[in-house]
């Protein structure tokens, strides 16, 4: 399906963000990856638990069921399953068939959020989850920065795959979000990209720029150095540093450092046109009291719905019955790459 060739939808041997922490409570939760329903919760032990969403016997969702400890039952005939999917009681029979147990998908709580694996078990290695110190999440409490802009998990209507050329192609800040963090420059200076084994960086280094909308605003500086660096570790995580200064070529104060962060962008199939967004960001410059992380917490979901918005707008554009073609320009060498080494990792796992 658009952008990829037919009968390509989405990596299944891989780890996705499946929801924030703070999400999974005893309540039972549906959501859906991969086009697969899922249900989602917490064991009297407090261990986050994914089953399939869909109760074996006539696909009633597993989330409208309750628990009994940690037992899920049904809420449509009683049928009942442990935390490891495996069917403990049928009301009508004695007897309890294998068949009846739910999938059970593995499950790994890191920093403040849930990883699921969506492909075969047996291939399901935790060292494939991009290393959370090296991306600077760690769990120390405030070892990453200033953290209270919120953590925002959305529901988008549209194929994940447009999330993901937007990161890819930041040319679109200085357009799509001309009035807060957009840049003229950004789009005409050129990124640097570069790739390795399931991971793929896009670089901008803009000298001496009008600043955007917002740091002017925010810190009354005119001319910036702005760095721009996003790795993409496929197929579900975008790290991005963000470092704005004032220009090195400014009379006072050249080259201070005004604005540092890193944004974390998880995007994770739901749907074969939806998908989940996930949004964290740390700030380590400059150290920020919470009344001041309100206007930048505001600004930053302003940001997001735009991209929301582009997003959603696009899958209204595309025809459900006929192939689409991208015209490409000089911009788009890392959304290419991106798509091509998606698509290439799909066909790895068909065989
Ligand atoms: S549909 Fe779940 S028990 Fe019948
Ligand atoms: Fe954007």
Redesign the pocket.
């Given at each position: 399906m658009y952008p990829f060739s037919e009968g390509c939808f989405a990596v299944r041997n891989a780890w996705y963000v499946a929801a924030f922490s703070h999400e999974v409570t005893r309540e039972p939760m549906e959501r859906w990856f991969l086009d697969e329903p899922v249900v989602l919760f917490r064991t009297e032990a407090g261990t986050a638990v994914a089953l399939a969403g869909r109760?074996p016997?006539?696909?009633?969702p597993m989330a409208a069921g309750r628990l009994e400890g940690d037992i899920l039952v049904?809420g449509?005939?009683?049928?009942a399953f442990a935390a490891d999917g495996r069917c403990t009681r049928i009301p009508t029979q004695d007897r309890v068939p294998a068949a009846f147990g739910l999938r059970a998908y593995p499950l790994v709580e890191k920093w403040k959020w849930l990883w699921i694996w969506t492909g075969d078990p047996d291939k399901a290695d935790e060292s494939l989850i991009p290393d959370h110190a090296a991306i600077g999440l760690r769990d120390a409490p405030g070892a990453n920065g200033e953290l209270s802009v919120p953590l925002s998990h959305n529901h988008v209507g549209g194929r994940y795959q447009l999330l993901h050329d937007n990161l890819l192609d930041l040319s679109h800040l200085a357009f799509l979000h001309s009035s807060s963090i957009g840049m003229e420059a950004i789009a005409t200076t050129s990124d640097e990209v570069t790739s390795g084994d399931r991971w793929l960086r896009s670089a901008r280094h803009v000298r001496d720029a009008d600043s955007s909308p917002w740091i002017r605003a925010r810190y009354g500086v005119a001319k910036v150095d702005f760095v721009i660096d996003f790795t993409f570790h496929m197929p579900a995580l975008h790290v991005g540093l963000n470092r704005t200064s004032i220009s090195a070529d400014a009379a006072e104060r050249a080259g201070e450092v005004i604005r540092d962060s890193i944004v974390y962008h998880a995007v994770t199939p739901a749907r074969r046109h939806s998908a989940h967004y996930f949004f964290a960001t740390t700030i380590n410059a400059p150290a920020t009291s919470e009344e001041a992380m309100a206007p930048i917490a505001a600004g930053i979901a302003k940001v997001i719905e735009e991209d929301i918005f582009a997003t959603e707008e696009i899958e209204r554009m595309i025809p459900a019955d006929r192939p689409l073609r991208d015209l490409m320009t000089a911009g788009d060498v890392a959304v290419v790459k991106g798509r091509r080494m998606l698509e290439s990792m799909m066909k790895a796992e068909r065989g």
């Open positions: 109760c016997h006539r696909q009633y049904c449509y005939h009683g049928i």
